[in-house]
């Protein structure tokens, strides 16, 4: 089974975040939740708290297959500031293993010049952080291991696509049937 590790940072996106994890469970693919605080207690930014499975410190990065960042403005802006996760994303980016990001969150991924020469799309507004990359105005864009979505009405599309990754086209278009919706 695929395994896969979602950031929660203090003013993550909540849609964007719960959304993925949704899809990724009903499709049978393992994603931990990982607060980057020591408190496995997250407050989104619309004052939704979420209790992540573990903490950044405790979660199984090592035996993930992707590692996923959901936005928000200042969600971003906790990842950017996390030391430890820059480090766990550009060793992921080193052995070419998939990340992903939505939102506001592809610029911790541009910030961290992991975007450099790729296709990256982002939260409208916030291109200037795709550093190094050819901007995407599609709904999810996908180069090579990195996957990077647009926002909020993006994340249906969002975790379809990494559905994909892991399952093919063909689970991907079953999903989106599943719950009802247009592919």
């Known amino acids: 089974m695929a395994k896969t590790v979602l950031f929660l ?55 993930a297959d992707m590692l996923i960042l959901p936005g928000g403005g200042l969600g971003t802006q906790n990842l950017k500031a996390c030391e430890p996760l820059a480090d766990k994303l550009s060793a992921f980016d080193s052995a070419g293993k998939l990340l992903s990001a939505i939102c506001a969150a592809p610029t911790v991924l541009g910030e961290l010049g992991l975007l450099k020469g790729r296709r990256a799309c982002c939260y409208p507004g916030c291109e200037d952080g795709l550093v190094g990359a050819e901007v995407s105005t599609d709904e999810v864009t996908v180069d090579g291991h ?38």
């Open 9 to 63: 940072a203090e003013g993550f996106e909540e849609i964007e975040a719960l959304t993925v994890v949704d899809l990724l469970r009903r499709a049978g693919i393992e994603c931990v939740t990982a607060s980057i605080s020591g408190d496995a207690s997250v407050k989104g930014s619309h004052d939704i708290t979420v209790m992540a499975d573990t903490t950044l410190a405790k979660a199984p990065i090592d035996e």
């Open 146 to 183: 990195i996957t990077t979505s647009r926002g909020m009405g993006t994340a249906i599309p969002f975790g379809l696509a990494i559905i994909e990754r892991f399952q093919g086209a063909q689970a991907a278009a079953d999903m989106a049937k599943k719950i009802v919706y247009r592919a």
